[in-house]
């Protein structure tokens, strides 16, 4: 077979995806360039560079989660908290 061109997956990729397996490592991949930028995040949360309200703390907090259980949602709804680390 002979491949006549190349596509990056993104986000909109994930739902057209019949084979289960290679849709849940599509959005591993998608989501490791957003725990990164969380990583960054939460050290300067923790060293005190930045500081974060109650109401953001539980936002992020329950994004990371819904991140964590590779929910489709979570890569594509990213808070601007994070957004400034990508």
Request: with cysteine; charged share 30%; aromatic share 10%.
């Amino acid at each position: 077979m002979k491949v006549l061109s190349r596509k990056v997956a993104t986000i909109s990729c994930v739902d057209s995806i019949p084979d289960e397996g290679f849709k849940t490592a599509l959005k591993r991949q998608l989501r490791e360039p957003l725990l990164k930028a969380f990583d960054i995040y939460k050290s300067n949360v923790y060293y005190g560079i930045i500081v974060e309200t109650d109401e953001e703390h539980a936002s992020v907090l329950a994004w990371y989660k819904s991140l964590r259980d590779l929910q489709t949602s979570a890569l594509s709804e990213v808070p601007n908290t994070i957004k400034k680390y990508l």
